[in-house]
């Protein structure tokens, strides 16, 4: 359960008053989807998803010649907006933002749709440049992953979102009519489709991608991407390779990945696409057309993968919408992440940053022999801020709780190594051993160093709990066989007491180096 050696005894790790978080609804209107996400907007800038639904109008199907959209999509599209517009009002949304994207923007009576919609619903919908989505895009991406040389890519039904990435900052983007319903309407007459119009489409997406690639400046990048049709192949892979975590969020499609699923899907109507898992009835016609667009991506920028997020231009309004501080570095996004569970879960932040900074502390006297670096670091960081997280559903199982919360809890800045690792640390951060499971469980993902790795993070993560509420200052010595550690207890507290030789213990057993301590 959790400690506190300061005080000598167990105490509550709830904290008490109201909670800060705000709702804040985004309403995102595509050329085949339209979506509703009700956020809850944390302090520090952390927005998380609690509610969502979904419509697909298909506003891009059967549009005219110069990109008019028809009678028939109006229709669909408002009867989607005003479903929307009741939920809005039934859940009472203080502040909903609402916008149109490709479809809508190409049309020329678009601005008629705008204001069917505001009549029949109450809703503002505004149409968003090219500019403007791949902005928000980015900033969605952004909000999840610390950006360096990289481009963002948002594949949706009517245009394709390039955003370049410079030092973390977005430097420049291009909105290319390369959307997945588009491309498919235009090329792809037979289902499944003819070798020939395959080739076709190839070749104007290559053409397309690469023109707008002469004009980047960043060389080999990173490439993450979002989207409906990126989120849908990903959910395939997953359960063709068996993948362990079923989350799409992190993500890493390959471009075997891709092969595989071109040569799977091209070969089956799209009645037959529906049944694979992750693609469904809304991608089942389109989404040939997404594998063509990824795979040229990948061979324009010469990346190794696509990386997934799970987050976009829905989260990018959102955290513009709250004043969001971004690009930010990947331990700030991780502290927020922390903050908004704290809000969720209702767990002592103050111990939780008391017991990191001391885990940090530790961390950083051992990691020269032990060659760990800034991504174990950060592991341990989030392993620290949410070790008491579990508390929230069991006191007397809360380290295995608080596990499974880590898992499953939107954590930002953070790959799924990373969030296996801190989820095993806190799991162990009472002592024990992890589950023999886990082992098999994890294996494509945490080789045989990785778990001696979270076992190890873990006894500096116990270690630090033990003796937080002390101020401990950990350093190693000159032979680095030894780990002094120096106590400056609170005035009033009743000092070291065992917490010193417990701690001791723990970072011996686990490290073999002997620990001097002494009290300030």
């Not at 923007?105 to 069917?116: E, H, K, Q, S, T």
Request: proline share 5%; charged share 25%.
């Amino acid at each position: 359960m959790a400690r506190s050696a300061a005080a000598g005894a167990t105490r509550d790790r709830r904290p008490s008053g109201p909670r800060a978080v705000r709702p804040i609804g985004v309403i995102d209107v595509g050329s085949n989807t339209a979506r509703l996400v009700v956020f809850e907007a944390a302090p520090g800038g952390a927005v998380r998803a609690v509610y969502e639904a979904k419509e697909v109008p298909r506003l891009g199907l059967g549009t005219g010649a110069d990109g008019r959209l028809s009678d028939a999509a109006i229709g669909r599209g408002v009867a989607a907006l005003q479903r929307f517009a009741k939920i809005v009002r039934q859940r009472s949304i203080p502040r909903t933002l609402a916008v149109a994207t490709s479809a809508v923007r190409d049309a020329p009576n678009g601005p008629d749709f705008l204001r069917a919609v505001e009549r029949s619903s109450g809703l503002l919908l505004r149409t968003i440049s090219g500019t403007a989505e791949a902005r928000y895009g980015y900033l969605g991406v952004a909000g999840a992953w610390e950006l360096h040389d990289d481009v963002v890519c948002d594949l949706g039904g009517g245009s394709l979102q390039l955003v370049e990435v410079l030092r973390g900052s977005a430097r420049g983007s291009a909105s290319l009519p390369l959307g997945v319903l588009r491309l498919s309407q235009r090329f792809l007459d037979h289902d499944p489709p003819k070798r020939r119009e395959m080739e076709e489409l190839q070749a104007h997406v290559r053409a397309a991608v690469k023109a707008a690639f002469g004009g980047f400046q960043v060389r080999s990048p990173g490439l993450y991407a979002v989207g409906g049709t990126v989120r849908a192949l990903a959910r395939a892979a997953i359960d063709l390779r068996g993948w362990p975590i079923g989350r799409v969020h992190g993500y890493s499609l390959f471009d075997h990945d891709l092969e595989a699923l071109g040569e799977l899907l091209e070969e089956m109507p799209a009645e037959k696409r529906r049944a694979i898992p992750g693609i469904g009835s809304d991608r089942a016609d389109v989404v040939v057309a997404g594998v063509i667009v990824l795979q040229e991506l990948l061979r324009a920028t010469g990346a190794d993968r696509i990386r997934v997020s799970g987050t976009g231009i829905r989260e990018g309004i959102a955290l513009e919408a709250v004043g969001a501080a971004l690009p930010a570095p990947a331990t700030e996004l991780a502290d927020r992440s922390v903050r908004a569970a704290a809000e969720s879960f209702a767990f002592d932040l103050a111990h939780a940053e008391e017991v990191a900074q001391a885990a940090l502390g530790l961390f950083e006297a051992l990691a020269p022999r032990e060659k760990w670096g800034p991504r174990e670091a950060l592991a341990l960081r989030v392993a620290a801020g949410l070790h008491d997280a579990g508390i929230a559903i069991d006191l007397w199982r809360h380290a295995h709780h608080s596990a499974y919360l880590i898992q499953n809890y939107p954590i930002l800045g953070l790959d799924q190594r990373e969030i296996l690792l801190a989820a095993m640390a806190a799991y162990l951060h009472e002592g024990g051993s992890l589950p023999s499971e886990w082992k098999k469980r994890y294996q494509a993902i945490l080789d045989a160093d990785d778990l001696d790795l979270a076992r190890r993070l873990g006894a500096v993560l116990e270690t630090a709990e033990l003796v937080a509420g002390l101020r401990p200052r950990f350093a190693p010595t000159a032979d680095g066989r030894t780990v002094g550690v120096a106590f400056s207890p609170p005035a009033g507290s009743p000092g070291i007491g065992r917490a010193g030789e417990k701690a001791a213990k723990t970072i011996e057993r686990a490290f073999g180096r002997q620990v001097k301590v002494r009290e300030r």
